[in-house]
């Protein structure tokens, strides 16, 4: 038995599953939460039973340490140095990772250095591999970037019209997020339509509080929403997604907002939570019918995928599949209908009732394009990395 801790790291919370490999059993999972705040910090784990536990932790090397010992009283593991290997998701690895990598200094560093590309995850997730190398120095750590599956985009899809200088000086380009949750999906996706992955063109849909859509051609990346940060692209739950850079300016000269307010207000206080009031679709889709501001918000979200999927549609020339995914896309019947209602030119028609199911294929029989349901799983394609990467 290989045993794998598959680790998500944010600024105040640890998500963790261990997985039993190369069987990939979920021996267990849970979430530690409210790292470093006042008020007790929650963990639930889930095996046969689910666990509660209070306790306050002021870091993340306290919170691994605690997380150490609940797997030992739950009788999963005596310690971190039991394990194979640890799998951490990291958002950004800039143009410098192109796969994933087992860590150590210098690769602590390189990602030390990126993180003003994503400050509110790189530095996260380096608190959880820091904290972990305190407690185990000698524990295969493993990183698996959330931007390397879209390293296959050609640069004119990556490369923004801006001066050289620019690009080269300060690595400005298309980046792309949601890889690992694409990479699942492509391969759940060649299983399900019994197809080579090298033969594959599809648009897939990650629709969650961050969404993404990306264009994959012959089973790989060749474009995606999602830019040099995750802000750019579809309507989010917080994020504004596409908008014309002259308004930050606009708001900096004439209404005297700091570059800090309006970043933000881009990426916390915008998308459906700035136009409905509310950043989760739940809530939205409870009161579009009632609120005009819940309705624009909603509608404003279906016309920019239907948008993406237009020009991703373009260049793709041949589509196989249409795939939703995230909490939004594997939950919610009404706004795959509605998206889809939106694509005739691309002559997919869905089964209603399958659709309502949740079911895989929510697409009729006649549609000349396959609907998909995948419920993804970003946490085996991590635990399968930290296994492959020597």
Known sequence: MAKVLVINSGSSSIKFKLFDMPKEVVLLSGLIEEIGKNSQSKT????????????????????????????????????????????HRVVHGGDEFFDSVVIDNSVIQKIKALSPLAPLHNLANLAGIEAIKKLAPNLKQVAVFDTSFHQSMPEVAYTYALPKSWRDDYKIRKYGFHGTSYRYILKASSKILKKSQKKLNLISLHLGNGASIC?????????????????????????????????????????????????????????????????????????????????LAYEKFIYRIIKYIGSYAMILGEIDAVTFSGGIGENSPEVRA?????????????????????????????SKIATLVIKTDEEIVIAKEAMRVK
Request: charged letters at 30%; hydrophobic letters at 35%; glycine letters at 8%.
């Open 44 to 87: 639930i784990i889930k095996r046969d039973k689910v666990y509660s536990f209070k306790k306050s932790l002021k870091d993340h090397k306290e919170a691994f340490s605690f997380l150490e010992s609940l797997l030992f009283n739950l009788k999963v593991l005596n310690s971190f140095s039991e394990l194979t290997a640890v799998g």
């Open 338 to 366: 509605d998206i889809i209602k939106g694509l005739k030119l691309l002559d997919i028609t869905l089964n209603e009732s399958k659709n309502l199911k949740n079911t895989t294929f929510i697409s009729s029989r006649e």
């Open 215 to 295: 264009a994959i051609k012959e089973g790989e990346s060749i474009d995606t929403s999602m830019g040099f940060t995750p802000l750019e692209g579809l309507v989010m739950g917080t994020r504004s997604g596409d908008i014309d850079p002259s308004i930050i300016f606009y708001l900096q000269r004439e209404k005297s907002l700091s570059s800090k307010e309006i970043e933000e207000t881009l990426n916390r206080k915008s998308g459906l939570l700035g136009l409905g009031g509310s950043s989760n679709m739940r809530d939205i889709l409870s009161q579009k019918e009632r609120n005009k501001d819940a309705k």
